[in-house]
């Protein structure tokens, strides 16, 4: 005849889970080996030290009060000390057992690992502003970290799975949006995302939701999973930061205004200072001293520097508003090179310089203002020939190939500094921007010759030559 073996016997021949065997008097009538390592306990100890002393006073008397029908595959969480004198999170399934007059059977798992990681996570969603939410569909059946419910003003126990006091909480001006968005987005796969401001206590906060509906076994949406953080503080800054940059535009707008009147406002003087000076020095009115010659060629002098200033300060006021305007026509090379090395002939001979072109005959037409491209050419041999040492050389070549024509003007001076390479063309820099400097000047001309060859589709950049001095590189298109 076969011998029938207690079902509780059975269990504890299972080498895992950790099984426990409980009389309804607390005794321990059933322990395995996998219980052993989880208390670090024989059978024997854990016989001796009783239910109590296994699974603490509180959950001890809460398993042996209740009848073995309330225990049907329920769950019981509590913390025990273990013999090494470590602190174990562990998870029971409790089952009556109908063969063992009332006892209990505990299949427990230790789930110290995860509620660490629970909490770790809880932390880090605190400490980021940041609640993780999921949402059934259909059903709109809610669920959120105990982070999401504070978010929105609420205590995670009361508000735990109630979707109608998080959207509550939502502003009245905001609600109607934040709800059409979710119900949008819940009628199709993908990713979504709203901002809106919540009302917690007495105060607005702005919160951003990223959300992402994923499909049930049939295809179709089935649950919306996001997170929704807190990003009052990152709002406020923007905003501070917004309302910044437009009080500093309308300044800008004020300033270039200013330059623009101004600039207009000194030309009239300036033409008739200019005209005065010319009368004096043709000598209509009678002949001039030996010294006031000097007197009336600096008064010249002077007024072509301040008549470039404002020419320039002009093109930077036209520039900024959007003005520039360029004809642009096939422009022969050679020409327009020749018409700028004459102009600068007297200025390059006073400081002992000496300039030298080298044409490309073979070079074709550009497409360009001829107007403007002789101001470009006026610009970078006035910055070649200020920073070349007298006895130096500022060359001046050109060349073609399949990107464009290439003027390129060659200097013997200390070359660019390479903290200064990408902000030469900026307006007003200065390489040595002290009231002590060397070169004057206001640092506008690279920027005006840059502003103009890109108007023209051009490029200027600069190097530094391997035996000194520095490389402008100008680029136009070629003419059709």
């Known amino acids: 005849m076969p011998t029938t073996v207690p079902l509780s016997v059975l269990l504890e021949r299972l080498p895992d889970p950790a099984i426990v065997v409980a009389r309804p008097d607390g005794a321990i009538a059933g322990w395995n080996e996998a219980a052993s390592r989880l208390w670090g306990q024989s059978r024997a100890e854990a016989a001796r030290a009783g239910l109590a002393a296994l699974v603490g006073q509180a959950a001890s008397a809460r398993l042996l009060r209740a009848t073995p029908e309330v225990w049907a595959n329920e769950r019981l969480e509590f913390v025990v000390r273990r013999a090494d004198g470590m602190a174990a999170e562990l998870l029971a ?30 932390e880090t969603q605190r400490v980021a502003q940041v609640g993780c939410w999921e949402l059934t569909l259909p059903g709109w059946r809610f669920s959120g970290s105990d982070q999401l419910y504070r978010l929105y003003g609420i205590n995670p126990r009361e508000g735990a799975g109630n979707a109608e006091l ?53 295809g179709r949406p089935a649950r919306m ?60 009115d009678g002949e001039l001293a030996d ?78 203002d001829p107007y403007r491209l002789e101001q470009v050419l006026l610009h970078v041999l006035d910055n070649a020939v200020k920073f070349t040492p007298a006895g130096g050389t500022v060359a001046i070549a050109h060349r073609a190939d399949e990107t464009g024509c290439w003027i390129e003007v060659a200097d013997d001076g200390p070359g660019v500094p390479a903290g200064a390479i990408d902000q030469i063309f900026e307006p007003f820099f200065q390489v040595d921007g002290s009231l002590t400097r060397r070169h004057s000047g206001t640092g506008l001309g690279l920027y005006v010759a840059r502003t103009i060859l890109e108007a023209m589709n051009g490029t200027i950049e600069v190097l530094n030559r391997p035996e000194g001095g520095a490389l402008f590189r100008l680029r136009l298109p070629k003419a059709a």
């Open 93 to 122: 399934t409790v089952t009556p057992l109908d063969d063992a007059g009332g006892a209990l059977l505990l299949v427990v798992r230790d789930i110290s690992a995860e509620r660490g990681l629970a909490r770790q996570l809880q």
């Open 291 to 368: 010294g006031h010659r000097s007197f009336v060629a600096g008064i010249q002098a002077n007024t072509v520097r301040l008549q470039r200033l404002v020419d320039d300060l002009l093109e930077v006021a036209r520039h900024r508003a959007g003005e520039l305007e360029v004809a642009a026509k096939p422009v022969d090379v050679h020409e327009a090179i020749a018409r700028a090395v004459d102009a600068f002939l007297a200025p390059a001979a006073e400081s002992g310089v000496c300039l030298v072109t080298r044409p490309d005959a073979a070079a074709p037409a550009v497409l360009a």
């Open 225 to 284: 999973v996001g997170t929704t953080q807190d990003i009052t503080e990152r709002v406020a800054a923007e905003t501070a930061l917004q309302e910044q940059y437009e009080r500093l535009w309308a300044l800008d707008r004020m300033k270039d205004h200013f330059i623009s009147m101004v600039s207009h406002e000194l030309r009239t003087p300036l033409t008739s200072i200019k005209g005065y000076a010319e009368f004096l020095e043709d000598e209509i």
């Open 166 to 218: 998080v959207f509550a909480a939502i502003h009245p001006d905001d609600r109607d949006r934040a709800l059409a968005a979710y119900c949008e987005a819940g009628g199709r796969l993908g990713a979504m995302s709203v901002q809106f401001r919540v009302c917690v206590g007495d105060e607005t906060r702005v919160v951003y939701c990223r959300a992402e509906v994923l499909p049930g076994e049939d």
